[in-house]
């Protein structure tokens, strides 16, 4: 029993490799080539560490780290859509719960059904754990696109406004200091001229 | 205060995405280049969460995720040195040492020590906790190993005592059920002549 058990689950483990090959918008910070999703959860789970004391107190931080080692999973199959790109966002839902089904569905049954609850959970956002590590999704491509001087913005052409509108409402509903920063990133990026109006 | 303590904490996160351009010697399973140290932390942290059940009961997940995402942030300053590369691991203690110092000393004070410290604990080994991060940091690469015909082994001549001699002592502190899954892996590719006697 404990053998195939383990089987199913170095079968996920294996199979979860291919997040190293889904690419993303956002560059690495030495500008060399743009990140992946497998090094973006890394970064956006040390960083709900790092950061977890702006979180509510009743925020279970294991429970954070863990959504966010989950969140881009299901890009294996329905590849990462442009968080900008309007259409392929809403044909996003769909192909996502299949690829849900299918990745998750490598498991075990029981850690099938938890580990997409997690994600489910991350993706509807109501939660606390939720909100707070939706900041951090959010959060990360703001500080890439500012200190790579806009670079992944400017490509797509990127305006002020859209920013605002997809950033800004989660990351109040995460923390007011990550709002706070997010704002005067924005002003910024657009007095430098990375963002049009 | 605040408004210092989280350009401080912002700064580290930015300076850790160095991490990504890390090169290690395992190879991403589609084979078409070598992983690096990022997407390597995301993977055995997300190994540590589907394979909790094999810990000793009284192991805390959370601390064993917690080192592992910050197990290779030394590496940035130090490189990685090559598991079955006995010089380059000899001279590694006194590099990573003024790495730690380095990198980790960019937090606030008190965030510095804290991180420090699971850095340290995972590299002593000695806690349930840190046996269990150093079997998932030891599994990963031998499961890449078996599932890419041996390929970082074979480019090596990496030969079979050496991998168990690195790796089972480890993986019997962190769980039998790894170490006979290893046993058995190594077993496995020696027969098909991917490590050498």
Do not use: C
């Not at 931080?61 to 299901?74: F, S």
């Not at 192909?95 to 997409?116: V, Y």
Request: cysteine-free; glycine content about 6%; overall charge negative.
């Amino acid at each position: 029993m404990t053998g195939d058990r383990l089987a199913r689950q170095v079968a996920f483990l294996l199979e979860v490799d291919r997040l190293k090959g889904i690419g993303r918008q956002s560059y690495v910070l030495g500008g060399e080539r743009k990140e992946n999703s497998a090094e973006h959860s890394w970064h956006v789970a040390l960083m709900a560490l790092v950061l977890a004391e702006y979180a509510p107190p009743e925020v279970d931080l294991a429970r954070v780290v863990r959504m966010l080692l989950v969140h881009d999973l299901v890009e294996i199959d329905a590849g990462d859509a442009y968080f900008y790109d309007a259409a392929a966002n809403e044909a996003k839902p769909d192909r996502e719960q299949a690829a849900a089904e299918r990745i998750f569905g490598l498991l075990p049954s029981d850690q099938a059904a938890d580990l997409r609850a997690a994600w489910e959970e991350f993706e509807i956002g109501e939660t606390s754990e939720a909100r707070f590590a939706k900041g951090m999704d959010r959060l990360m491509p703001l500080l890439h696109n500012h200190h790579t001087q806009g670079r992944s913005w400017r490509e797509h052409g990127i305006r002020r406004g859209q920013v605002e509108n997809r950033l800004l409402p989660d990351l109040a509903k995460a923390s007011p200091a990550f709002h706070a920063l997010a704002v005067a990133l924005i002003d910024d990026a657009f007095k430098r001229g990375w963002l049009v109006e």
